[in-house]
């Protein structure tokens, strides 16, 4: 099996504001995570990525939070986008952006 692309996707908020989402189904696992995706999910604010989902090899699953980086359980996709819209949320919320 290769992998199989499921989700690309730029979602443009405003001239400055963006996410792009891109999900992988892989084979086997990325080495530091225990499940069969490859994702990176982000949301750039004035040239600047202000939040992000990854899953680096070795690293395992994470999100920035502007200058923060935390460990993130992922559970399926599905919850994974909704976790990041809520981040998203948060950053507008909390940086006064509409």
């Known amino acids: 099996m290769k992998a199989t692309l499921l989700v690309r996707n730029r979602i443009v908020y405003s001239g400055t ?6 999900l992988w189904q892989l084979p ?9 995706f490859k994702y990176r999910l982000a949301y750039v604010v004035e040239g600047v ?5 990854d899953n680096e090899r070795l690293k ?34 909390e940086n006064r952006c509409s």
């Open 60 to 93: 395992g699953d994470h999100r920035h939070f502007g200058e923060n980086e935390s460990n993130y359980v992922f559970v399926s996709p599905e919850k994974l986008v909704a976790d990041f819209q809520k981040d998203i949320e948060r950053w507008n919320r």
């Open 17 to 22: 504001m963006f996410a792009e989402l891109v």
């Open 28 to 36: 086997v696992a990325v080495e530091g995570s225990a499940h069969r």
């Open 49 to 53: 990525c202000v939040v992000r989902y």
